[in-house]
Each structure stands twice: as C-alpha cells, then as structure tokens.
C-alpha cells in the first residue's frame, strides 16, 4: 500500500503556513459559534496542534482576533483589486464594480468582519488596524474614480471616497439582517458611488 499523508494539522508545518491554518480554523469558529467561543487554546485544539503552538503565533486573543481581521480584510481587497482591473473605465462600470464588490464580501464574510469589529471595540490596536483599512480601502477607491473626477481636488475625493465606505457599511448591514437584497443594495451603493462623484466641488474652507 501507498504511505498515507498525515494531515497538515498533524505536520510541521513552515510557521507562515501554521499561522495561515490557525486563522483559517479561527474563523470558522466565529462563523459557526461567534467570536466568544474564540480562544486560542480551542484554535490548537481545533488545529490539531498543542496550545502553546497557538501562543506562539500570536500572545493573546485580542491579538488574534486582529490579526483575523486583517485576514479578512485582506482576502476582500485583493478580490476587489482583481476586478477594477478587468473594469471597463466608465463611471457607471467602476461604481457597479466597487459596489459588487463590497456588498460580495458582507455576504461572504460579513458575520465574522462585524463580529471581530464589535467585539474588539475600544480596542487601541483594533482602532489602529480600521483607521490603516479604512485608508487603504479609500485609497483603492479614489484612485479607481479618480479619472471621473477630474475636478475634484484629491483631498476633496478623498474625503467623499470615506464617506462613501460608511454609506457602504450601513447598506451592508441593512443586507446581513435581511431587509434587502444584493441586488438593491448594490444598485444602491453604485448610485451614491455615481452620485457622490458628479457631485460639484465643494467650496467650504478647510
């Protein structure tokens, strides 16, 4: 008979590969339980491997469930990086995507990203990482709608890009609790994207 392969949670694993198998274990555990049940001890145990493995990788639980944040957010950025590159550039395709996109990743993810988010509230690392995403993610807007907006000066754009991530998130929510449909949150969502765009300059001092 064929060796058999013992499973990667029985393995030495590479350390970057161990830590990527603990955070996928970990967010299954708040997608199925909630992010009370998450403990670094039951991610070991989950893994398969021996607690102190678990400790090693990441100090405490705070900073796990972080780093799964990151994760996370991670995953979804590359995922909407990937599809503004195969976007036409016209306005209404660049919105249609971002919103797509945004309201792509709260179905796929939403419960666990919310979960970690409230549960780390008040947490001066977990604020750290949101104002880095939030500008990063920002970022990635204004620089895709930048050709739409050539009259805007780019602080300008900039500020309306994180306007619109907080309209992004209401709507997202709104379809998490099921009082509306992908499809209308994200024809929503590309509206306000359209609208918020053409919208004049504003003449307000700084």
Sequence with gaps: MPPTTA???????????RREQLLARAQEMVREEGTEALTLARVAERAGVTKPVAYDHFG????????????????????LIA????????LDAV???IAK?????????????YALSAALRGSEAMEAVQR????RYAGIWREALA????????DELNLRCIGLLGAAEAISLELLRGHVGEPRASA???????????????????
């Excluded at 405490?60 to 590359?78: G, N, S, Y």
């Excluded at 599809?83 to 016209?90: I, M, N, P, Q, V």
């Excluded at 880095?132 to 500008?135: H, K, N, S, T």
């Design 7 to 17: 499973p990667a949670s029985a393995r030495k694993l590479p350390k970057p590969e």
């Design 101 to 113: 996109a945004y309201m792509s990743c709260a179905l796929a993810v939403g419960t666990e990203w």
């Design 132 to 135: 880095e995403l939030v500008a």
């Design 147 to 154: 050709p739409h907006a050539a009259r805007l000066a780019p």
């Design 83 to 90: 599809a503004l590159k195969s976007t036409e550039g016209r």
């Design 60 to 79: 405490t639980r705070e900073a796990l469930m972080v780093e799964l944040f990151r994760r996370i957010d991670d995953r979804q950025t590359a995922l």
């Design 188 to 206: 929503t969502l590309a509206a306000l994207v359209r609208a918020v765009v053409d919208a004049p300059a504003s003449a307000a001092p700084l």
């Design 95 to 97: 919105a249609a995507t």
